[in-house]
């Protein structure tokens, strides 16, 4: 019965492939987002969806792209995997207008090798 | 955009002792306000949160913070540390009327000494 679930939890791959991450919320939740973190922590914004609309790109490459077949989905499609895109990133979900309602998956760690 | 500075990327403190993490944010306008803490190899979880009302927010574990508009921060802080509070802890702000983005601070690592 988990909230927001994330799947893998561990991807290793090479550069030049593509890969996606999926995540799933059971929250009824109409915004759901990606947040990169880097080696050093940060967390960035990538994308945020609302009901099934892109609402926010932060310059991230044109080689991420989310993918939400449904408001409950919101998956992450990279191509052309580089090593800096190593990372660990995270999907989340909340309610309109209520930035104190996220709910965070648990990540998926990311290597390029 | 929002901007936010998070003093110290390690904090050590003895168990039993004062935590202290420090937070400001940039914005003329004071934003929604948020601690969130990362255990190892997990994801986000909220701490507490300031979006209006009283200034002294209480969460959970023990940890509150005060929002001070004049000084522009928003510290976390427990009376006393506990080793299961070893964690990173992540200040975070939200524009009030904007977007519902989060935008995060560089993070604190808490390390907690028996």
């Known amino acids: 019965d988990t909230a927001v679930s994330q799947t893998p939890k561990y991807l290793v791959t090479q550069m030049g492939n593509d890969k996606s991450i999926k995540c799933e919320q059971n929250?009824?939740?109409?915004?759901m987002y990606w947040y990169k973190q880097d080696s050093k922590k940060f967390l960035k914004i990538m994308f945020s969806?609302?009901?099934?609309?892109?609402?926010i790109n932060e310059t991230v490459p044109n080689r991420f792209s989310p993918k939400s077949p449904d408001k409950a989905h919101l998956n992450l499609h990279i191509n052309s995997l580089e090593l800096g895109d190593s990372a660990v990133y995270f999907c989340?979900?909340?309610?309109?207008?209520?930035?104190?309602?996220?709910?965070f998956g648990s990540g998926t760690r990311l290597t390029v090798v | 955009a929002q901007s936010v500075t998070q003093l110290g990327s390690h904090v050590s403190v003895s168990e039993g002792a004062l935590v202290l993490l420090r937070c400001n944010y940039s914005?003329?306008?004071?934003?929604?306000l948020f601690w969130y803490v990362q255990y190892p190899n997990q994801g986000l979880q909220l701490l507490l949160k300031?979006?209006?009302?009283?200034?002294l927010v209480k969460g959970i574990n023990g940890f509150e913070a005060e929002f001070k508009k004049s000084e522009t921060s928003f510290h976390l802080t427990k009376p006393s540390a506990h080793m299961s509070d070893a964690a990173e802890y992540f200040c975070?702000?939200?524009?009030?009327?904007?977007?519902?983005?989060?935008?995060f601070g560089t993070g604190t690592r808490l390390t907690v000494i028996p």
């Open positions: 989340a979900s909340s309610l309109p207008g209520t930035p104190w309602g996220y709910t």
């Open positions: 929250l009824g939740h109409d915004t």
């Open positions: 969806y609302n009901n099934k609309e892109l609402i």
């Open positions: 914005s003329s306008v004071p934003p929604y």
């Open positions: 300031y979006t209006t009302g009283a200034t």
């Open positions: 975070a702000v939200s524009d009030r009327g904007g977007a519902n983005n989060l935008f």
